[in-house]
C-alpha cells in the first residue's frame, strides 16, 4: 500500500526542494538534480547542491565545474561510486569519478551515428546499455565506451515473442532502467509495450502490453494491457518506467494521466496512482488521494528506498511512501 507523502511545485519552490524534471538517486542513495534548460547537473546536499558541473553555473552551487552539458536528462550510479551522465542535447555520454571530480567523455553519439540519447543504464556485467529514442534501437558498451552491441536496425517494429539481439526491432524508445536482476528494461513507447533485455541469454521478451493503445488491463496479466496513446502528441505513448528491489515495475502511463503498477510475481498489472479522466483541478497534499492526483503530464520517475517520486513537466513533484505494516500482536 502506498500514501502521499509529500507535493510541492518546483517552479514556485527553491529548486533544491525539487527534482526539476530529472533527478535521481545514485546507487548509495545520493541525490542529484539535473536541470535540462539550463544545461546543469550537481549533487544535492541539504538546501545547496555539494557541487556541479555544466555551461551554466547555479546560484546554489558551493564547487562548479565547467563542462560542455546540453540538456542533461538522466543519470546513473554504479557500486564504486561513479557517476554515468547522458547529454542528450549534444548525444553525449560522460562518466565521473567523485574522488577526482574528473568529467571524462566516454560516447560521442555523433561519432558512432546516434539519431539521439534517452537513458544510459548498467547490466548485471558493468555494461552500459543507451536507448536511441527516434532511432528505434538499444546501444551496449563496456564501461569506457567501446561498443559491443547495437540491438535494432532503424527501422520500427514489434514482436510478441521472444526474439534474439539480432532480430529485435523497437518503435520510439523513451526510457530504459536497470532491474534488481541485473537485467535492462525497455519503455517500447510507441509499441505501447515494456520488455526486457536478458543480459545473459542475449535476447528480449515482452513483459507488458499488447502493441496498441488504450487504457486496459487492469487486475489482468501485464501482457494483456493497454497503455495510453495520442498520436497528435510528438512524444507518443508512456514516458517513463522504474523498477524497485523486489523488481516491480512502474510505468508513468503518460497519455493516460497515471501511474501503472506490473507485480513482478503475479505479473499483474493495475493503476497505482493517477485519474484518467483528469477530474481533479487541483493537487492537494492534505485531501488528495491516490486515484485523484492530478497528473498531466508524467515526464520521469524515480525509484529510492521505499518512495517513488513521480515528476510532471508543468512542475508539481509528488512523493509517495510505501506504507509500513502493522503487524497484530496476539
Not at 493537487?283 to 515526464?299: S, T
Request: charged share 25%; glycine share 10%.
Amino acid at each position: 500500500m502506498w500514501e502521499i507523502e509529500h507535493m510541492l511545485h518546483f517552479k514556485n519552490e527553491p529548486i533544491l526542494k525539487g527534482f526539476v524534471q530529472f533527478g535521481f538517486h545514485d546507487y548509495q542513495g545520493d541525490r542529484y538534480a539535473l536541470n535540462f534548460d539550463q544545461g546543469w547537473f550537481g549533487k544535492v546536499k541539504q538546501n545547496h547542491l555539494e557541487w556541479s558541473f555544466g555551461a551554466c553555473e547555479p546560484k546554489d552551487s558551493l564547487k562548479h565545474y565547467q563542462a560542455d552539458i546540453s540538456e542533461p536528462t538522466y543519470l546513473t550510479g554504479m557500486k564504486d561510486g561513479t557517476i554515468i551522465l547522458v547529454s542528450s542535447g549534444n548525444r553525449k555520454v560522460y562518466k565521473l569519478q567523485p574522488s577526482k571530480m574528473v568529467l571524462d567523455l566516454i560516447i560521442d553519439g555523433k561519432t558512432i551515428g546516434l539519431k539521439d540519447i534517452g537513458n544510459c543504464e548498467f547490466d548485471k556485467h558493468g555494461h552500459l546499455w543507451i536507448n536511441e529514442i527516434t532511432g528505434c534501437r538499444v546501444w551496449q558498451f563496456n564501461i569506457d565506451g567501446q561498443l559491443l552491441n547495437c540491438l535494432g536496425d532503424g527501422i520500427a517494429g514489434f514482436q510478441t515473442d521472444t526474439v534474439g539481439y539480432n532480430e529485435v526491432r523497437f518503435n520510439w524508445i523513451y526510457d530504459l532502467r536497470r532491474g534488481p536482476d541485473g537485467h535492462i528494461y525497455v519503455l517500447d513507447s510507441r509499441n505501447y509495450a515494456v520488455r526486457k533485455i536478458d543480459v545473459d541469454q542475449q535476447q528480449i521478451e515482452l513483459i507488458a502490453g499488447t502493441g496498441q493503445p488504450g487504457y486496459h488491463g487492469d487486475g489482468g496479466p501485464a501482457l494483456q494491457a493497454r497503455f495510453g496513446g495520442d498520436h497528435k502528441s510528438e512524444f507518443d505513448g508512456p514516458w517513463s518506467l522504474v523498477l524497485d528491489e523486489e523488481g516491480n515495475i512502474y510505468v508513468g502511463d503518460t497519455q493516460n494521466h497515471v501511474v501503472r503498477f506490473i507485480d513482478s510475481r503475479k505479473q499483474v498489472i493495475t493503476t497505482l496512482a493517477g485519474d484518467p479522466n483528469l477530474e481533479t483541478e487541483v493537487n492537494d497534499l492534505h485531501q488528495a488521494k491516490l486515484d485523484q492526483l492530478r497528473l498531466p503530464l508524467i515526464c520521469s520517475l524515480d525509484y529510492y528506498n521505499g518512495r517513488l517520486f513521480i515528476p510532471e513537466w508543468d512542475g508539481d513533484l509528488i512523493i509517495l511512501k510505501k506504507q509500513a505494516l502493522n503487524h497484530k500482536v496476539d
